[in-house]
């Protein structure tokens, strides 16, 4: 029986949580976290002043940005390249087996964008949760008794 080693990344916009699991009935353990305090800012402060005026191509006039949306989404998209960039090392240098993801559904969606092909190969599980908030226990209870079977994949 040869033994994996799974990692579970919980994560939403702000934060990410990092935990192992070495058995496949086994607690997790928490490794790591990670905080982008960008992503934790109410809208209005994350832009500086009023949006900015687009020009129609054609006819006359003009529409009004939607920027908080776009920071938003930018604050995002560059905390999921920060983690996949990270998760992609850790894979090349061998640290994990398999890869489950738990997070919000939109940072959920901005991960799989990024995370590179033969990372995006490991992951064996998706759960569209926001749980970082709840503890090792209770995000275990989200998964299946069995993380992985006992033999080589």
């Known amino acids: 029986m040869m033994k994996k080693t799974v990692w579970i990344v919980v994560a939403n916009r702000a934060v990410a949580r990092l935990f192992r699991a070495s058995q496949p009935l086994g607690p997790l353990e928490e490794m790591d976290s990670f ?41 995002t998209a560059s905390f999921a390249l920060e983690l996949s960039r990270f998760l ?14 738990i997070a919000a559904p939109a940072f959920l969606g901005a991960m799989r964008e990024r995370l590179d092909g033969s990372t995006r190969g490991r992951v064996t599980l998706e759960v569209d949760k926001n749980l970082v908030h709840l503890d090792a226990a209770a995000i275990r209870g989200y998964l299946p008794e069995r993380l992985y079977s006992g033999v080589a994949a």
């Open 35 to 75: 905080i982008h305090p960008e992503g934790r800012l109410p809208e209005h402060e994350l832009v500086s002043d009023r949006a900015g005026r687009g020009l129609e191509r054609m006819g006359v006039g003009g529409y009004a940005e939607d920027q908080d949306t776009t920071v938003a989404a930018h604050e």
């Open 88 to 101: 992609q090392k850790a894979r090349t240098a061998g640290q994990f087996d398999a890869l489950v993801l």
